[in-house]
């Protein structure tokens, strides 16, 4: 079964940092784009990251532009998320999926997703 498990959230101060990692199963992880989603209270899922499966060029959100880094080793089936200069309105359930390599999109037909990892920004 294809399986997507994102984990290392967490309680963090304002300013502070976390680093999520996303496990991936099911699936030939190094020919697809991976991407970071979180979905707030209130608010549908929001793309904030998507990195592609060759060059490791990535895409971000414009809220998160310059703090976080996409990551990923295939030879891990695993690909991160490093959070540095965390704020408040980045607290939110995050998800990890296939997404549309130079967007931030899930993939509608390659739609699979985990209970996700809560990450609370507060001081």
């Known amino acids: 079964d294809v399986q997507l498990q994102a984990f290392g959230g967490g309680l963090v101060q304002p300013g502070g940092s976390l680093r999520l990692s996303c496990a991936a199963s099911?699936?030939?992880?190094?020919?697809?784009?991976i991407g970071w989603f979180r979905q707030t209270p209130g608010k549908g899922r929001e793309g904030v990251s998507c990195?592609?499966?060759?060059?490791?060029?990535?895409d971000y959100a414009d809220s998160v532009k310059g703090r976080f880094t996409i990551s990923r080793d295939n030879a891990k089936n695993t690909a991160y998320l490093q959070m540095d200069g965390l704020k408040p309105e980045d607290t939110g359930r995050y998800y990890c999926?296939?997404?549309?390599?130079?967007?931030?999109?899930?993939?509608?037909?390659?739609?699979?997703w985990g209970q996700g990892t809560l990450v609370t920004v507060s001081s």
């Open positions: 990195i592609n499966s060759l060059d490791g060029s990535a």
């Open positions: 999926g296939i997404c549309d390599p130079g967007t931030l999109k899930a993939n509608t037909d390659l739609d699979y």
């Open positions: 099911g699936f030939t992880f190094s020919t697809y784009a």
